[in-house]
DNA sequence: CTGTAAAGATAGTAATCAATTACTATCTTT
DNA sequence: AAAGATAGTAATTGATTACTATCTTTACAG
């Protein structure tokens, strides 16, 4: 996908070597993606990554900080233009499963960075997205009750639990399956009994 | 743990492998798991490893067979002891949990596997394994439906769906926080919301 | 047009790891 | 207690991988 073009700037070499790993990891095991595919894949030499990135562990880094900073910035967006609480929830939930489905590697790298033990730099980068990524939630949640919209009485530390869980799943069930696609189609039904058990009860 | 005993009769080599590895994965990466890493742990040279298995795919092969018939033995059972199909639900996702608190290493494995982009034979496990456990929630799901104690119009496939992610959500937040304890806490108030999401609207 | 700094190529090194092989220790059976 | 079977050892091999030292090409400013 990405153009294999030479001799580009520091800083757009570092873009699109970022690209790079988000699609390799889409194919395989992100764990198993070797400098010398990252480089292949953008027509470089293996040693040419090294020019633009100290160590392998901070092209990792790297990429964790784009989708960080990306799929907070789709899913704030995807909240503001919703009309309530509610609806901001779940349209939070469809931007976050397109964003996912549009680069299918990034929950898989997700994943393995969480497999290692001890806490590595990319692990932290994790820990703050998802923290602040819960606090939304909780913000939303406690909008939600004010509202009368949502269930007073809801625990909202296990609701947004729960609303990262829904995703966990999808993407879990579409790595089994091999298949991106189904993910669109099971989104909106799963979110249908999380709508029922979070809304006011009338 | 598992105790350091040479001349094993290749059976129990075998089974003692399988717990080794099991161990191991709560500590570390289970891709990085190396087979010097198994045979030290058991008190073995890395050699003496391939005596029992042919190579180490084999392994792994093994720890995914113990793990779904275990898993599936420990869910039924626990489902037959319910006195409806709703508290069967509970029992089911309470026993999986402890299962996980127990071996906080296996959904580990399973992650990794799942992310190998080829159709290896433990994926192929995961797969039989997840299919059979969809199974039997749907049953139990159906039963809820007849029994009016599920919504009649709850889409079955989105329920048993939600349920798998939930325990995912568990997993991959005490991945996050490097603390398995927090589980048992979470679980209840978790399924407290399915239990709103499926229940019939009286 | 040209000098130069940045980007990339080439050709390595050292470490790691799964797997193999020739040999040895221990158990089991009769 | 001898003989055969089973389990484990020690050393090695070939492949892979992150990383590096040195040389070459390109883009572009003046």
Redesign the pocket.
Known sequence: MTPQV?????SE?RAVTVDTVIELAAEQNPD?????AI?QRM??????V???F????AILQAVMEWVAERLLFLVDKAARAAPSPLAALEAMFMAHVNFIIKHPGIPRILFGELQHADETIPKRIVQTLTHQYRERLHRLIEKGKANKELDANLDREAAAFLFIGMIQGLVMQSLLAGDVGRISHDAPRVFAIFRQGIRSTR
């Open positions: 030479k001799y580009l700037p520091a070499r198993s993606i070797t400098t010398a480089a027509g470089l030499t293996q040693g040419a090294f020019r633009h100290p160590n392998k562990d």
